[in-house]
């Protein structure tokens, strides 16, 4: 309840950027599907730019048109673009990361 009413008091002020840290966590992944499927909403009806920080990969394969990977051992940018296009990409550390350190990326799995 809490994360919506925060979301309500950012989303009165109109705003044409709305910035989301680590929307999802300590939900149940129900909760943080449905998140997901608001933020998506919320992106088409105001539309507006929605910055989200998180490690949630379910999450970064459902509403991320554009991702950027930060290495903390270099202190800079590692890689931008679409996650799925990057998940194929040459950079070995964010493909690691895009498939928890397999081959493919959670939602590409065999079902």
Do not use: C, W
Request: no cysteine.
């Amino acid at each position: 309840m809490q994360k919506r009413a925060g979301l309500a008091r950012a989303m009165a002020l109109d705003p044409g950027v709305l910035f989301f840290d680590e929307p999802s966590a300590g939900l149940d992944p129900i909760s943080s599907s449905l998140l997901d499927d608001l933020i998506l909403e919320l992106r088409a009806s105001l539309g507006a730019t929605i910055v989200v920080v998180t490690h949630e990969l379910a999450s970064i394969f459902t509403i991320a048109t554009n991702s950027l990977y930060l290495d903390v051992d270099a202190r800079t940018m590692t890689a931008l673009g679409p996650p799925k296009e990057l998940l194929r990409s040459g950079n070995e550390s964010v493909r690691r990361f895009l498939s928890r350190g397999g081959t493919e990326a959670p939602h590409e799995a065999t079902a």
